[in-house]
Protein backbone atom coordinates (compact mmCIF):
# COMPACT_ATOMS: atom_id res chain seq x y z
CA UNK A 1 0.00 0.00 0.00
CA UNK A 2 1.09 3.27 -1.13
CA UNK A 3 -0.19 5.95 1.25
CA UNK A 4 -0.66 9.40 0.08
CA UNK A 5 -0.94 12.40 2.64
CA UNK A 6 -3.48 13.70 -0.15
CA UNK A 7 -6.38 13.09 -0.63
CA UNK A 8 -6.95 11.36 2.92
CA UNK A 9 -7.49 8.00 3.41
CA UNK A 10 -8.14 7.59 6.96
CA UNK A 11 -11.28 7.35 9.20
CA UNK A 12 -12.47 10.30 9.49
CA UNK A 13 -12.49 11.45 13.42
CA UNK A 14 -16.16 11.03 13.73
CA UNK A 15 -15.63 10.70 17.71
CA UNK A 16 -13.96 14.07 18.14
CA UNK A 17 -15.48 17.00 18.38
CA UNK A 18 -14.63 19.83 16.18
CA UNK A 19 -13.17 23.01 18.22
CA UNK A 20 -14.02 26.11 15.38
CA UNK A 21 -16.93 26.45 13.26
CA UNK A 22 -15.17 25.91 10.41
CA UNK A 23 -16.45 23.93 7.63
CA UNK A 24 -15.37 20.47 7.14
CA UNK A 25 -11.62 19.95 6.17
CA UNK A 26 -11.72 19.34 2.77
CA UNK A 27 -8.19 17.42 2.86
CA UNK A 28 -8.76 15.82 6.12
CA UNK A 29 -5.17 14.33 6.34
CA UNK A 30 -4.99 13.55 9.98
CA UNK A 31 -6.86 12.90 12.98
CA UNK A 32 -7.09 14.59 16.29
CA UNK A 33 -7.26 12.44 19.18
CA UNK A 34 -7.04 15.17 22.19
CA UNK A 35 -7.21 12.16 24.37
CA UNK A 36 -4.66 10.14 22.77
CA UNK A 37 -2.37 13.12 22.44
CA UNK A 38 -2.67 14.07 26.24
CA UNK A 39 -2.03 10.12 27.29
CA UNK A 40 1.15 9.79 24.62
CA UNK A 41 2.50 13.16 24.51
CA UNK A 42 5.76 12.78 25.78
CA UNK A 43 9.60 14.72 25.36
CA UNK A 44 11.54 13.82 22.58
CA UNK A 45 13.77 14.48 19.41
CA UNK A 46 12.11 16.23 16.04
CA UNK A 47 14.87 13.62 13.95
CA UNK A 48 15.83 16.46 11.84
CA UNK A 49 18.77 13.77 11.83
CA UNK A 50 19.67 10.77 12.86
CA UNK A 51 21.38 10.31 15.11
CA UNK A 52 20.53 13.23 16.52
CA UNK A 53 22.75 16.54 17.42
CA UNK A 54 23.40 15.45 21.00
CA UNK A 55 25.08 12.32 20.16
CA UNK A 56 27.75 14.02 18.02
CA UNK A 57 30.75 14.02 19.79
CA UNK A 58 34.25 16.01 19.98
CA UNK A 59 36.46 13.14 18.74
CA UNK A 60 34.92 13.66 15.21
CA UNK A 61 36.76 16.32 14.05
CA UNK A 62 38.34 18.93 11.00
CA UNK A 63 40.34 15.84 9.79
CA UNK A 64 37.05 13.39 9.67
CA UNK A 65 35.49 15.89 7.84
CA UNK A 66 37.84 16.23 5.26
CA UNK A 67 38.19 12.07 4.65
CA UNK A 68 34.60 12.23 4.47
CA UNK A 69 34.80 14.54 1.83
CA UNK A 70 37.90 12.53 -0.19
CA UNK A 71 35.40 9.46 0.14
CA UNK A 72 32.80 10.86 -1.86
CA UNK A 73 35.45 12.24 -3.96
CA UNK A 74 36.73 8.42 -4.67
CA UNK A 75 33.40 7.27 -4.91
CA UNK A 76 32.69 9.67 -7.61
CA UNK A 77 29.12 10.68 -5.45
CA UNK A 78 26.47 11.97 -7.92
CA UNK A 79 24.74 13.24 -5.08
CA UNK A 80 24.03 17.48 -5.60
CA UNK A 81 24.88 19.77 -3.02
CA UNK A 82 22.94 21.69 -0.54
CA UNK A 83 24.94 24.72 1.49
CA UNK A 84 23.67 26.10 4.67
CA UNK A 85 24.97 29.43 5.80
CA UNK A 86 24.58 30.30 9.63
CA UNK A 87 23.51 34.47 9.98
CA UNK A 88 23.63 34.52 14.12
CA UNK A 89 23.03 38.12 14.31
CA UNK A 90 19.58 39.71 15.33
CA UNK A 91 18.66 43.18 16.78
CA UNK A 92 17.12 42.39 19.65
CA UNK A 93 15.97 39.28 21.13
CA UNK A 94 12.66 37.13 20.86
CA UNK A 95 11.91 35.77 24.76
CA UNK A 96 10.79 32.60 23.18
CA UNK A 97 14.29 31.90 21.45
CA UNK A 98 16.03 28.31 21.14
CA UNK A 99 18.58 29.38 18.36
CA UNK A 100 21.81 29.86 18.38
CA UNK A 101 21.98 33.78 17.82
CA UNK A 102 24.16 36.53 18.92
CA UNK A 103 21.87 39.61 19.51
CA UNK A 104 24.13 43.11 18.95
CA UNK A 105 23.16 46.86 17.36
CA UNK A 106 26.81 46.63 17.18
CA UNK A 107 26.59 46.40 13.00
CA UNK A 108 30.66 46.22 12.24
CA UNK A 109 30.45 43.18 13.94
CA UNK A 110 28.64 42.05 10.79
CA UNK A 111 31.45 42.68 8.71
CA UNK A 112 33.83 41.18 10.51
CA UNK A 113 32.07 37.60 10.58
CA UNK A 114 31.17 37.99 6.82
CA UNK A 115 34.98 38.59 5.89
CA UNK A 116 35.76 34.64 7.99
CA UNK A 117 32.19 33.16 6.82
CA UNK A 118 33.92 34.06 3.02
CA UNK A 119 37.33 32.15 4.17
CA UNK A 120 35.41 29.11 5.57
CA UNK A 121 33.21 29.17 1.96
CA UNK A 122 36.22 29.07 0.05
CA UNK A 123 37.96 26.47 1.91
CA UNK A 124 34.56 24.35 1.69
CA UNK A 125 34.94 25.16 -2.41
CA UNK A 126 38.00 24.22 -2.69
CA UNK A 127 37.27 20.79 -0.49
CA UNK A 128 34.43 20.23 -3.15
CA UNK A 129 35.86 21.39 -6.84
CA UNK A 130 34.82 19.97 -10.03
CA UNK A 131 31.93 18.05 -8.04
CA UNK A 132 28.85 18.36 -8.10
CA UNK A 133 26.14 21.32 -8.36
CA UNK A 134 24.06 23.15 -5.62
CA UNK A 135 20.72 22.62 -5.81
CA UNK A 136 19.94 23.94 -2.40
CA UNK A 137 20.76 27.02 -0.50
CA UNK A 138 19.30 27.98 2.58
CA UNK A 139 20.08 30.85 4.79
CA UNK A 140 18.94 30.84 8.48
CA UNK A 141 20.12 32.11 11.74
CA UNK A 142 19.73 34.69 13.90
CA UNK A 143 18.67 37.07 11.06
CA UNK A 144 19.53 35.99 7.87
CA UNK A 145 18.42 39.98 6.99
CA UNK A 146 20.69 41.91 9.66
CA UNK A 147 23.34 41.39 6.74
CA UNK A 148 22.65 44.92 4.66
CA UNK A 149 22.12 44.89 0.98
CA UNK A 150 25.80 45.25 -0.21
CA UNK A 151 26.30 42.90 2.28
CA UNK A 152 24.34 40.15 0.78
CA UNK A 153 25.22 40.96 -2.57
CA UNK A 154 28.94 40.57 -1.55
CA UNK A 155 28.15 36.99 0.07
CA UNK A 156 25.88 36.02 -2.87
CA UNK A 157 28.98 36.88 -5.54
CA UNK A 158 31.09 35.15 -3.39
CA UNK A 159 28.63 31.68 -3.38
CA UNK A 160 28.54 31.99 -7.05
CA UNK A 161 31.95 32.11 -7.57
CA UNK A 162 32.87 29.69 -5.38
CA UNK A 163 30.03 26.66 -6.52
CA UNK A 164 27.70 25.95 -9.59
CA UNK A 165 24.39 26.24 -8.52
CA UNK A 166 21.26 24.58 -10.78
CA UNK A 167 19.18 27.64 -12.51
CA UNK A 168 16.55 29.24 -10.72
CA UNK A 169 13.85 26.75 -11.54
CA UNK A 170 15.65 23.67 -10.41
CA UNK A 171 16.85 25.27 -7.46
CA UNK A 172 15.65 25.40 -4.11
CA UNK A 173 17.30 28.29 -2.92
CA UNK A 174 15.56 30.11 0.36
CA UNK A 175 15.82 32.78 3.44
CA UNK A 176 14.38 32.71 6.61
CA UNK A 177 13.31 36.63 7.13
CA UNK A 178 12.02 38.26 9.86
CA UNK A 179 9.74 40.92 7.99
CA UNK A 180 10.35 43.50 11.00
CA UNK A 181 13.75 44.01 9.20
CA UNK A 182 12.91 44.48 5.57
CA UNK A 183 10.91 46.78 4.04
CA UNK A 184 8.78 45.22 0.25
CA UNK A 185 11.91 47.13 -1.65
CA UNK A 186 14.39 44.75 -0.10
CA UNK A 187 12.23 41.55 -0.59
CA UNK A 188 12.24 42.22 -4.35
CA UNK A 189 16.78 42.72 -4.03
CA UNK A 190 16.64 39.77 -2.26
CA UNK A 191 14.65 37.69 -5.40
CA UNK A 192 17.20 39.26 -7.95
CA UNK A 193 19.73 38.11 -5.23
CA UNK A 194 18.92 34.85 -6.20
CA UNK A 195 16.47 33.59 -3.35
CA UNK A 196 13.19 31.92 -4.78
CA UNK A 197 11.93 30.90 -1.54
CA UNK A 198 11.37 33.25 1.67
CA UNK A 199 10.26 32.20 4.81
CA UNK A 200 8.74 34.70 7.50
CA UNK A 201 8.66 34.34 10.74
CA UNK A 202 4.94 35.46 12.45
CA UNK A 203 4.97 33.88 15.43
CA UNK A 204 1.79 35.50 16.65
CA UNK A 205 -0.56 38.98 14.98
CA UNK A 206 -1.77 39.39 18.75
CA UNK A 207 -0.47 42.38 19.90
CA UNK A 208 -0.50 41.58 23.77
CA UNK A 209 1.20 38.73 22.74
CA UNK A 210 3.76 39.99 20.90
CA UNK A 211 4.74 41.94 23.86
CA UNK A 212 5.03 39.17 26.20
CA UNK A 213 7.28 37.77 23.91
CA UNK A 214 9.36 40.83 23.10
CA UNK A 215 9.13 40.53 19.19
CA UNK A 216 6.36 43.61 18.35
CA UNK A 217 5.35 43.24 14.71
CA UNK A 218 2.59 45.06 13.01
CA UNK A 219 0.71 43.16 10.91
CA UNK A 220 0.45 45.66 8.23
CA UNK A 221 4.60 45.24 8.01
CA UNK A 222 3.69 41.08 7.70
CA UNK A 223 0.98 41.34 4.82
CA UNK A 224 3.54 43.98 2.89
CA UNK A 225 6.10 41.47 3.01
CA UNK A 226 4.10 38.75 1.68
CA UNK A 227 2.38 41.18 -1.17
CA UNK A 228 6.11 42.02 -1.73
CA UNK A 229 7.22 38.19 -1.89
CA UNK A 230 4.57 37.76 -4.66
CA UNK A 231 4.86 40.54 -6.23
CA UNK A 232 8.93 39.63 -7.00
CA UNK A 233 8.39 36.06 -8.06
CA UNK A 234 9.33 34.01 -5.24
CA UNK A 235 8.05 30.37 -5.75
CA UNK A 236 7.23 29.51 -2.13
CA UNK A 237 6.08 32.19 0.88
CA UNK A 238 6.50 30.12 4.02
CA UNK A 239 4.84 31.92 7.29
CA UNK A 240 5.92 30.06 10.89
CA UNK A 241 3.65 30.63 13.89
CA UNK A 242 3.92 29.57 17.39
CA UNK A 243 0.94 28.26 19.62
CA UNK A 244 1.77 28.05 23.75
CA UNK A 245 3.25 31.40 24.00
CA UNK A 246 2.18 33.54 26.77
CA UNK A 247 -1.21 35.79 26.59
CA UNK A 248 -2.31 33.60 23.73
CA UNK A 249 -5.43 32.06 24.04
CA UNK A 250 -8.04 30.33 22.07
CA UNK A 251 -9.65 33.12 20.68
CA UNK A 252 -6.47 34.97 20.21
CA UNK A 253 -4.92 32.15 18.08
CA UNK A 254 -8.14 31.48 16.04
CA UNK A 255 -7.85 35.31 14.82
CA UNK A 256 -4.13 34.54 14.07
CA UNK A 257 -4.65 31.47 11.94
CA UNK A 258 -7.33 33.07 10.09
CA UNK A 259 -5.58 36.29 9.60
CA UNK A 260 -2.77 34.12 7.98
CA UNK A 261 -4.87 31.89 5.88
CA UNK A 262 -6.06 34.90 4.44
CA UNK A 263 -2.86 36.20 3.66
CA UNK A 264 -2.37 32.87 1.67
CA UNK A 265 0.98 31.67 2.03
CA UNK A 266 2.29 28.38 0.42
CA UNK A 267 3.09 26.90 3.56
CA UNK A 268 2.71 27.65 7.19
CA UNK A 269 4.93 26.00 10.24
CA UNK A 270 2.65 25.85 13.37
CA UNK A 271 5.48 25.45 16.06
CA UNK A 272 4.49 24.32 19.50
CA UNK A 273 6.38 26.02 22.13
CA UNK A 274 9.35 24.44 23.94
CA UNK A 275 9.28 26.19 27.10
CA UNK A 276 13.07 24.83 28.62
CA UNK A 277 14.47 27.95 30.66
CA UNK A 278 16.65 25.97 32.12
CA UNK A 279 18.35 25.22 28.27
CA UNK A 280 17.41 28.82 26.64
CA UNK A 281 18.26 32.19 28.55
CA UNK A 282 15.82 34.44 27.04
CA UNK A 283 13.07 31.88 27.79
CA UNK A 284 13.49 32.90 31.45
CA UNK A 285 11.89 35.98 31.12
CA UNK A 286 8.37 34.57 30.00
CA UNK A 287 6.07 35.24 32.27
CA UNK A 288 4.84 31.07 33.10
CA UNK A 289 1.55 31.99 34.56
CA UNK A 290 0.67 34.05 31.41
CA UNK A 291 1.39 30.55 29.29
CA UNK A 292 -1.87 28.56 28.41
CA UNK A 293 -1.95 25.38 30.02
CA UNK A 294 -1.48 22.25 28.36
CA UNK A 295 -5.30 21.36 27.69
CA UNK A 296 -5.61 25.03 25.78
CA UNK A 297 -2.45 24.31 24.29
CA UNK A 298 -3.98 21.20 22.57
CA UNK A 299 -7.46 22.60 21.92
CA UNK A 300 -5.09 25.31 19.55
CA UNK A 301 -3.15 22.63 17.76
CA UNK A 302 -6.22 21.07 17.04
CA UNK A 303 -7.88 24.51 15.83
CA UNK A 304 -5.10 25.11 13.73
CA UNK A 305 -5.80 22.17 12.42
CA UNK A 306 -9.20 22.10 11.25
CA UNK A 307 -9.13 25.36 10.18
CA UNK A 308 -5.73 24.54 7.89
CA UNK A 309 -7.42 21.91 6.19
CA UNK A 310 -10.86 23.31 5.53
CA UNK A 311 -8.51 26.11 3.64
CA UNK A 312 -7.17 22.85 1.53
CA UNK A 313 -3.62 22.94 3.26
CA UNK A 314 -2.36 19.35 3.54
CA UNK A 315 -0.87 18.33 6.53
CA UNK A 316 3.35 17.04 5.79
CA UNK A 317 4.15 15.99 9.28
CA UNK A 318 5.36 17.35 12.36
CA UNK A 319 4.26 20.84 12.41
CA UNK A 320 3.97 21.96 8.69
CA UNK A 321 1.39 22.17 6.60
CA UNK A 322 1.08 22.71 2.66
CA UNK A 323 -0.95 23.73 -0.35
CA UNK A 324 -1.52 20.83 -2.30
CA UNK A 325 0.19 22.24 -5.42
CA UNK A 326 3.48 23.29 -3.06
CA UNK A 327 6.51 21.53 -3.74
CA UNK A 328 6.46 19.79 -0.46
CA UNK A 329 2.98 18.00 -0.88
CA UNK A 330 3.70 17.40 -4.79
CA UNK A 331 7.58 15.35 -3.27
CA UNK A 332 5.26 14.01 -0.14
CA UNK A 333 3.19 12.60 -2.51
CA UNK A 334 5.93 11.62 -4.98
CA UNK A 335 7.48 9.66 -1.76
CA UNK A 336 11.08 12.11 -2.44
CA UNK A 337 10.12 14.22 0.59
CA UNK A 338 13.07 14.70 2.59
CA UNK A 339 13.66 15.91 6.27
CA UNK A 340 17.18 17.81 7.09
CA UNK A 341 18.51 20.12 9.98
CA UNK A 342 16.26 23.02 8.24
CA UNK A 343 12.91 20.79 8.27
CA UNK A 344 11.11 19.17 5.52
CA UNK A 345 12.55 19.65 1.71
CA UNK A 346 12.31 18.39 -1.83
CA UNK A 347 15.84 17.42 -2.23
CA UNK A 348 16.53 14.30 -0.62
CA UNK A 349 19.99 12.99 -1.43
CA UNK A 350 22.09 15.77 -1.37
CA UNK A 351 25.73 16.75 0.80
CA UNK A 352 24.89 19.24 3.10
CA UNK A 353 27.85 21.68 3.29
CA UNK A 354 27.34 24.16 6.28
CA UNK A 355 28.83 27.21 6.97
CA UNK A 356 28.79 29.35 9.87
CA UNK A 357 29.28 29.77 13.78
CA UNK A 358 27.47 26.58 15.09
CA UNK A 359 26.10 25.09 11.74
CA UNK A 360 25.58 21.53 11.20
CA UNK A 361 26.20 19.61 7.70
CA UNK A 362 25.92 16.21 6.74
CA UNK A 363 28.60 14.85 4.42
CA UNK A 364 28.72 11.08 2.96
CA UNK A 365 27.61 9.12 6.13
CA UNK A 366 28.57 12.14 8.66
CA UNK A 367 27.50 14.58 10.64
CA UNK A 368 28.88 17.65 11.88
CA UNK A 369 28.83 20.90 13.70
CA UNK A 370 31.04 24.21 13.90
CA UNK A 371 32.05 25.66 17.23
CA UNK A 372 29.81 27.50 18.76
CA UNK A 373 31.28 30.93 19.60
CA UNK A 374 32.93 33.96 17.13
CA UNK A 375 36.32 33.57 18.84
CA UNK A 376 36.54 30.03 18.07
CA UNK A 377 35.38 30.39 14.65
CA UNK A 378 37.96 33.00 14.05
CA UNK A 379 40.57 31.15 15.63
CA UNK A 380 40.78 27.87 13.50
CA UNK A 381 39.85 30.24 10.60
CA UNK A 382 43.01 32.28 11.42
CA UNK A 383 44.91 28.86 11.83
CA UNK A 384 43.53 27.62 7.99
CA UNK A 385 41.57 24.87 9.77
CA UNK A 386 37.54 24.43 8.85
CA UNK A 387 35.92 25.08 12.24
CA UNK A 388 34.29 21.75 13.14
CA UNK A 389 33.69 21.56 16.79
CA UNK A 390 32.13 17.77 16.96
CA UNK A 391 30.24 15.43 14.85
CA UNK A 392 29.65 11.52 14.01
CA UNK A 393 30.33 8.72 11.79
CA UNK A 394 27.46 6.52 10.63
CA UNK A 395 27.90 3.11 11.14
CA UNK A 396 25.31 0.58 9.34
CA UNK A 397 22.90 0.63 12.64
CA UNK A 398 22.70 4.05 12.42
CA UNK A 399 21.95 4.21 8.66
CA UNK A 400 19.76 2.02 8.65
CA UNK A 401 18.04 3.27 11.58
CA UNK A 402 17.87 6.85 9.56
CA UNK A 403 16.68 5.59 6.47
CA UNK A 404 13.91 3.96 8.80
CA UNK A 405 13.22 7.13 10.62
CA UNK A 406 13.25 9.76 6.99
CA UNK A 407 10.86 7.58 5.71
CA UNK A 408 8.13 7.80 8.80
CA UNK A 409 8.93 11.23 9.00
CA UNK A 410 8.27 12.01 5.55
CA UNK A 411 6.19 9.52 4.43
CA UNK A 412 4.62 8.16 7.53
CA UNK A 413 5.33 4.56 6.17
CA UNK A 414 8.26 2.23 5.20
CA UNK A 415 8.40 -0.64 2.59
CA UNK A 416 9.88 -3.68 5.17
CA UNK A 417 10.66 -5.23 1.75
CA UNK A 418 12.68 -2.44 0.36
CA UNK A 419 14.47 -1.97 3.95
CA UNK A 420 15.72 -5.61 3.94
CA UNK A 421 16.93 -5.24 -0.03
CA UNK A 422 18.84 -2.17 1.36
CA UNK A 423 20.16 -3.22 4.24
CA UNK A 424 21.60 -6.62 5.34
CA UNK A 425 18.85 -7.20 7.82
CA UNK A 426 15.35 -9.50 8.21
CA UNK A 427 13.10 -6.67 9.40
CA UNK A 428 11.37 -8.90 12.30
CA UNK A 429 14.36 -10.74 13.66
CA UNK A 430 16.85 -7.22 13.75
CA UNK A 431 13.79 -5.17 14.84
CA UNK A 432 12.39 -7.90 17.43
CA UNK A 433 12.26 -5.64 20.55
CA UNK A 434 11.05 -2.82 18.90
CA UNK A 435 8.26 -4.59 17.43
CA UNK A 436 6.66 -5.82 20.73
CA UNK A 437 6.40 -1.61 21.49
CA UNK A 438 4.84 -1.32 17.76
CA UNK A 439 2.56 -3.92 19.34
CA UNK A 440 1.35 -1.76 21.93
CA UNK A 441 0.99 1.39 19.79
CA UNK A 442 -1.35 -0.06 17.01
CA UNK A 443 -3.60 -1.36 20.14
CA UNK A 444 -3.59 2.01 20.68
CA UNK A 445 -4.21 3.10 16.94
CA UNK A 446 -1.18 4.98 16.25
CA UNK A 447 0.40 2.25 13.01
CA UNK A 448 -0.08 -0.91 11.66
CA UNK A 449 2.21 -3.08 10.96
CA UNK A 450 1.99 -5.87 8.33
CA UNK A 451 4.31 -8.41 6.67
CA UNK A 452 5.27 -5.95 3.88
CA UNK A 453 4.45 -2.14 5.46
CA UNK A 454 4.92 -0.24 8.85
CA UNK A 455 2.25 2.62 8.48
CA UNK A 456 1.28 5.43 10.72
CA UNK A 457 -2.35 5.44 10.86
CA UNK A 458 -3.71 9.20 10.67
CA UNK A 459 -4.98 9.48 14.26
CA UNK A 460 -0.52 8.35 14.84
CA UNK A 461 0.41 11.00 12.36
CA UNK A 462 0.65 13.93 15.15
CA UNK A 463 2.51 11.45 17.36
CA UNK A 464 4.85 10.56 14.61
CA UNK A 465 7.83 11.43 17.04
CA UNK A 466 6.83 9.09 18.98
CA UNK A 467 7.14 6.29 16.56
CA UNK A 468 10.31 7.17 15.45
CA UNK A 469 11.63 7.17 18.69
CA UNK A 470 11.15 3.69 19.13
CA UNK A 471 13.93 3.18 16.54
CA UNK A 472 16.17 5.23 18.42
CA UNK A 473 18.80 3.27 19.87
CA UNK A 474 20.31 6.19 21.52
CA UNK A 475 16.99 6.88 23.55
CA UNK A 476 17.56 4.15 26.08
CA UNK A 477 20.88 5.15 27.31
CA UNK A 478 19.62 8.75 27.42
CA UNK A 479 18.85 10.30 30.28
CA UNK A 480 15.35 11.54 29.13
CA UNK A 481 13.40 14.85 30.69
CA UNK A 482 14.00 18.48 29.74
CA UNK A 483 16.73 17.55 26.77
CA UNK A 484 13.99 17.77 23.67
CA UNK A 485 10.69 19.51 23.54
CA UNK A 486 7.28 17.94 23.97
CA UNK A 487 5.85 15.80 20.89
CA UNK A 488 2.80 18.07 20.74
S1 LIG B 1 13.51 34.13 17.25
FE1 LIG B 1 14.78 34.67 15.49
S2 LIG B 1 14.79 36.93 15.51
FE2 LIG B 1 14.09 36.28 17.54
S3 LIG B 1 15.96 36.22 18.78
FE3 LIG B 1 15.62 34.16 17.97
S4 LIG B 1 16.83 34.05 16.10
FE4 LIG B 1 16.60 36.22 16.64
Redesign the pocket.
Known amino acids: MQATAFPATGQPATAITPISRAPEAAYPTVDFDAGLLKRLGKNGPRYTSYPTADRFGAEFGYRDYLHAVAGLRTRGSARPLSLYLHIPF ?1 DT ?2 YY ?1 A ?1 N ?1 I ?1 TKKREKAATYLSYLKREIAMQAALFAGMNEVEQLHFG ?3 PTYLTDAQMDELMGHLRRSFRFAPDEQGEYSIEV ?1 PRTVSAERVHTLRRQGFNRISL ?1 VQDFDPAVQRAVN ?1 VQPEEETRAVIDAARAAGFRSVSIDLIYGLPKQTLDSMRQTIDKVIAANPDRIAVYHYAHMPQLFKPQRRIVEAEMPSSDTKLQMLQLCIERLGAAGYVYIGMDHFAKPGDDLAVAQRQGRLHRNFQGYSTHADTDLVACGVSAIGAVGATYSQNVKTLDEYYDLLDQNELPVARGIRLGMDDALRRSLIQKLMCQFEVSIPALEQAFPIVFRDYFADELVQLRQMEADGLVQVGPDWLSVTMKGRLLIRNVCMVFDRYLAARQEGQRHSQTV
Open positions: CVCCCKVGGTDGR
